[in-house]
């Protein structure tokens, strides 16, 4: 039976990954804190050589964008050293590494799909930019990887942009959403498929991977939220000029997926699919 160790299980993404990898009844090491802090090198050589899995799907990340604009050698420590520091545990052993990264490696600028090898320019914002040196990381250390850069990312357990709509629904019936920045959703339940799909291969490289669908705005994807959910909200378009966050965020998140199927895996479905189902999850865990 395949040994897989799952990084941030706690996480949005870590959490529906070992769920996904216990289905196929495969062996799962799941951990977080305390049980291995990546940021402690000793740690985590110690931890993964000790478990010896046949890969690492690393989901822990440090993810709070605009903290990091603040905190950025906190940031760093995890995104960065962290993901070495993994990822030098798998060379040791021997073993595939699948490393999570973001549309955020990007500068956001122009309209076409970002490739998975385009390039990466200056990322905007400190969260970006580590993420990246975490993937600068990977492919110095190992040969057998996958980089696999996500956006917009919801699942059922943690904090995402679904939640906090429907939240806000809760205090108000008139909220603004920016309609400037456009990429796909993302939904954890329907990626741990694919990540778990991946990993079983030896199909290694850098991937774009969202849900299928039309690219949209923050805008859009809020009207389909209220929509789906049946609730009658005012969505105010602006632009990312009028909505004050800490960390500059991409106007052009849009991702080519094409490699996914091209190297023979099934693509997502349909991101207002996925929304639809993971409205009715989210109902059944109330």
């Known amino acids: 039976m395949m040994k897989v160790l799952v990084t941030g299980v706690d996480g949005q993404l870590g959490y529906d990954v070992s769920a996904e990898l216990r289905r196929r009844n495969l062996e799962v090491i799941g ?5 291995m802090d ?6 985590t050589d110690r931890v993964i050589t000790g478990y010896d899995p046949d890969a690492v799907i690393h989901c822990a990340a440090w993810t ?7 905190a950025e050698e906190a940031c760093r420590k995890v995104n960065a050293e962290g993901t070495e ?3 030098r545990a798998c060379r040791k052993i ?3 590494m699948m490393y999570i990264s973001t549309d955020y490696v990007f500068d956001g600028q122009g309209q076409r799909p970002w490739e998975p090898d385009d390039p990466v320019a200056k990322p905007l914002n400190v969260y970006g930019l580590t993420k990246y040196q975490g993937e600068e990381a990977v492919r110095s250390l190992l040969d057998r990887y996958f980089i696999v850069r996500i956006a917009w990312v919801f699942g059922i357990n943690g904090k995402n942009f679904v939640k906090t709509m429907l939240s806000l629904y809760e205090k108000t019936r008139r909220i603004t959403v920016v309609n400037d920045q456009f990429g796909t959703p993302t939904y954890t339940e329907d990626l741990a498929r694919l990540l ?18 039309d690219y949209i705005s923050w805008y859009d994807f809020a009207c389909e939220i209220f929509r789906q959910a049946g609730l009658d909200m005012e969505v105010v378009p602006v632009s990312s000029a009028d909505y004050a966050a800490k960390a500059k965020r991409p106007e052009n998140s849009r991702m080519n997926r094409k490699k996914i199927t091209a190297e023979g895996f099934a693509p997502l479905p349909d991101w207002k699919d996925a929304l639809k189902r ?6 059944e865990n109330n």
């Open 85 to 87: 520091n993994v990822a």
């Open 196 to 213: 778990v799909d991946m990993i079983l291969t030896d199909r290694y490289g850098i991937y774009h991977v969202t849900n299928e669908g």
């Open 94 to 96: 021997g073993c595939p």
């Open 31 to 35: 951990l977080d804190l305390p049980q």
């Open 64 to 70: 709070a964008v605009d903290a990091a604009e603040d």
């Open 38 to 43: 990546i940021t402690d090198r000793e740690m």
């Open 278 to 283: 993971y409205l009715v999850r989210l109902g």
